[in-house]
């Protein structure tokens, strides 16, 4: 079964400065939830502390009733994988050694390397089109192509949950698909909960399923895209005047900015 994350009465601060206080919010198991907002409202350190990267002041990130902090490393690492901002691969490391390395909170003294562990790099490589270029190493590979690998190995992870942390940062658009379109088949081919930190919002809209909308650390907006994205939602936590329409495509919402040189015609302002 899927397991379900929860956060209640958060409070993460860096030293003196608090950047989360007071928040609650529950993740929609075996959906994909994106967090959205502006730079610096607490949308990375909130993924960085649901895998308890980070240690809150107060409250406590849940999963399944439990608190994460009083879990054992090992069980957390079964349950949870992240993919954090610009991972870097050791120079010179193989495609395939990367995704074998989402193994690792499966082996013990005395359990080592395994069929089973093979068969789940294997299943790793094929699902995220990886497998022609296991021998590859990842510093060789175009940036769609890592993140890619960087993907796989968390799917080797095994675990139900997956939270990245802005997989599509410094992609070009074709690759920003192509690691969207990867997060979607996984959701949909293993029902795995997925939390990820996007900054393009017709991007959220399109791909996920539930939205969390965020301002200076506390959760302004959450639920399906075509409820939370509207033109005041945006307003107040992006300062953008903007339209919103239907995605041509998707149907989904669409943010249309106004800005200085491209006003909204006079019957609309």
Not at 121 to 129: D, E, F, K
Request: proline share 7%; with cysteine; aromatic share 4%.
């Amino acid at each position: 079964m899927t397991p379900s994350l929860r956060v209640r009465e958060l409070r993460v601060a860096y030293d003196d400065r608090v950047v989360i206080d007071g928040l609650d919010l529950d993740i929609p198991p075996g959906k994909i939830t994106a967090i959205v907002g502006a730079n610096a409202c607490g949308k990375s350190t909130l993924l960085r502390t649901m895998a308890r990267l980070l240690t809150p002041k107060a409250g406590g990130v849940y999963l399944d009733g439990r608190s994460i902090q009083d879990l054992p490393t090992r069980q957390v690492a079964q349950r949870l994988g992240i993919l954090p901002q610009s991972p870097v691969a050791p120079e010179g490391m193989t495609v395939a050694d990367l995704v074998g390395r989402g193994r690792a909170p499966h082996q013990s003294w005395w359990r080592q390397w395994s069929t089973s562990d093979e068969g789940a790099v294997a299943s790793a490589l094929a699902a995220t089109g990886l497998t022609d270029l296991a021998d590859r190493p990842v510093d060789e590979l175009s940036g769609g192509q890592r993140q890619r690998a960087w993907i796989a190995m968390a799917v080797a992870q095994g675990t139900p949950v997956l939270l990245l942390d802005e997989p599509t940062t410094y992609l070009d658009l074709a690759h920003q698909i192509d690691v969207l379109d990867l997060v979607v088949d996984l959701n949909r081919a293993e029902g795995r909960t997925v939390v990820m930190v996007l900054h393009d919002l017709p991007q959220a809209c399109r791909y996920a399923d539930h939205l969390i909308a965020m301002k200076a650390g506390r959760v302004v907006a959450s639920g399906e895209p075509a409820s939370v994205i509207t033109e005041d939602l945006v307003e107040e936590v992006f300062d953008v005047r903007c339209r919103v329409s239907p995605d041509p495509v998707s149907g989904t919402p669409m943010v249309i900015p106004i800005s200085r040189h491209h006003p909204a015609p006079a019957h609309q302002a």
